[in-house]
């Protein structure tokens, strides 16, 4: 894909909440909650590049009887077959079924069983674990808690239309930005708290359940993620958020490019290179004061740094289009500990390379430590996360033309994501969205290279894409 090509939030104009993408066979599909515009439930849209969406019949025939609300389908795949969960109810009790299609376009059919016997169960996600088992995590109500309202549990699939019937905590409310209301009438007029839409990614051994807190129809909307190394461990995940020292990852951002009000409910979904994530979410079209517009669909930049997830947005401004499935390029997390030289680096300088605990080590000794890897490409954008032990620093070129090229000296004692833009004979640089200006680089070909000076540097991963083949 050319590297002229972008996007601009929102990908989609019109209403489209509690966006769920499916990627299958190379397109993407799209569902979000309510009645669509020809009458059935849950509205689908079609996609060959998360960028451009055509409208598809809605996925479902509404259910016989009085159900007003049809909340926050998703749709899993197996066995041939694509199940789509969802929660239907009157909004003060809702429950969680499944229905089947054989093509993710639909039509679905709803299969007849309900997975939830609480009165309050909504925003279904289906995670497959490594060792093959399915859970699904879903929101449910708390009320005997210091902080009263809804949070997040996980039970297992039995089969796609059974749970085991044991949900357990995962991230329940307990900071005041996932505050609903603070005198929730309908609730019995307590101070209602509310931790809903989750969704499960495992990284490295990790497992982050993405959720977002607060109330939807607010500025305070946002989304955030807990931790946990172990799918059956008792007891709830590690928040990242305590909403005052550490921000939640997605939040209502105000600036001169134009104002993203109330951020939420999300996905993630790889993009056409098969490497780089995307978070999907919904946002406000226009502020809440008035007409509070419609929720449209976004997409930004999912990464980590380390353990730590971060979105580069949510973004009002063009952005670079993702790159198609046959751009060329390489990812590498140092799993597999060892020699690097056996992944196709190659070293120079007195130090040491080692891959361990998945990270690159080098320890340039009283020296300097440099390895490099190809192929060259002549415009790419390239990623690296890096810390630096001590006093050191890390050294960085970007553009590494038969041993030459420029180099940036970069300290950072905490995981860091920086990314390099190559084009031509500039390269743009920027760490976690922020930009950190531009070098001089040969023009053509080239490929990455790092170092590491005065101290022991580490590097958690590197990924590579071709802005054009």
Not at 6 to 13: R, S
Not at 205 to 214: E, T
Not at 297 to 324: H, K, N, S, V, Y
Not at 403 to 415: C, V
Request: with cysteine.
């Amino acid at each position: 894909m050319s590297a002229e090509k972008t996007w601009c939030n929102p990908v989609w104009p019109g209403s489209f909440p509690d966006p769920f993408v499916l990627e299958h066979q190379g397109e993407y599909w799209g569902y979000c909650t309510g009645v669509w515009q020809d009458g059935r439930c849950f509205g689908i849209l079609h996609s060959p590049d998360l960028i451009h969406w055509e409208p598809r019949a809605g996925a479902l025939a509404p259910l016989p009887g009085h159900h007003p609300c049809y909340w926050a389908p998703e749709v899993a795949h197996g066995n041939g077959r694509f199940y789509l969960y969802y929660s239907v109810g009157n909004e003060e009790t809702m429950e969680i079924r499944v229905a089947v299609a054989d093509h993710p376009a639909g039509p679905f059919a709803d299969s007849g069983r309900r997975l939830t016997s609480e009165p309050f169960a909504i925003d279904p996600h289906v995670f497959t674990a490594r060792d093959g088992s399915r859970w699904l995590f879903y929101a449910a109500d708390f009320l005997e808690r210091p902080h009263i309202g809804t949070g997040t549990v996980r039970d297992r699939l039995l089969d796609p239309f059974t749970l085991a019937g044991d949900p357990q905590p995962v991230t329940l409310p307990r900071y005041d930005w996932q505050v609903y209301h603070p005198c929730r009438s309908e609730k019995g007029n307590v101070r209602w708290h509310t931790v809903e839409g989750p969704f499960v990614l495992e990284r490295k051994g990790v497992l982050y359940q993405m959720f977002s807190g607060g109330n939807w129809q607010n500025p305070t909307y946002g989304v955030s993620y807990a931790t946990s190394r172990d799918i059956t461990a008792p007891g709830e995940w590690e928040q990242a958020a305590d909403g005052d020292r550490v921000l939640p990852i997605l939040r209502t951002l105000r600036g001169p490019d134009g104002d993203v009000v109330g951020p939420g409910h999300n996905s993630v979904v790889r993009g056409p290179d098969g490497r780089q994530l995307y978070c999907v979410y919904h946002r406000w079209s226009e502020g809440l004061s008035g007409d509070p517009g419609a929720r449209v669909l976004c997409i930004d930049r999912l990464d980590w740094a380390g353990e730590r997830m971060f979105i580069l947005g949510p973004t009002t401004t063009p952005q670079r289009a993702p790159a198609d499935a046959h751009a060329p390029g390489w990812e590498e997390l140092f799993e597999d500990d060892g020699d690097p030289a056996d992944r196709g680096w190659e070293t120079a300088g007195d130090g040491k390379a080692r891959v361990s605990e998945g990270r690159l080590r080098l320890d340039p000794g009283q020296g300097i430590v440099r390895i490099a890897r190809g192929p060259a490409f002549d415009a790419y954008e390239w990623v690296v996360n890096v810390r630096v032990e001590g006093e050191g620093n890390a050294l960085i070129q970007p553009a590494l033309a038969d041993g030459e090229g420029p180099e940036l000296r970069y300290r950072t004692a905490i995981d860091q994501q920086l990314r390099f833009v190559k084009e031509g004979d500039r390269v743009e640089m920027s760490c976690e969205g922020r930009p950190l200006g531009s070098l001089s680089a040969p023009s053509g070909p080239a490929r990455i290279g790092l170092g590491a000076e005065g101290g022991v540097v580490t590097f958690e991963m590197v990924r590579v894409t071709a802005l054009r083949a």
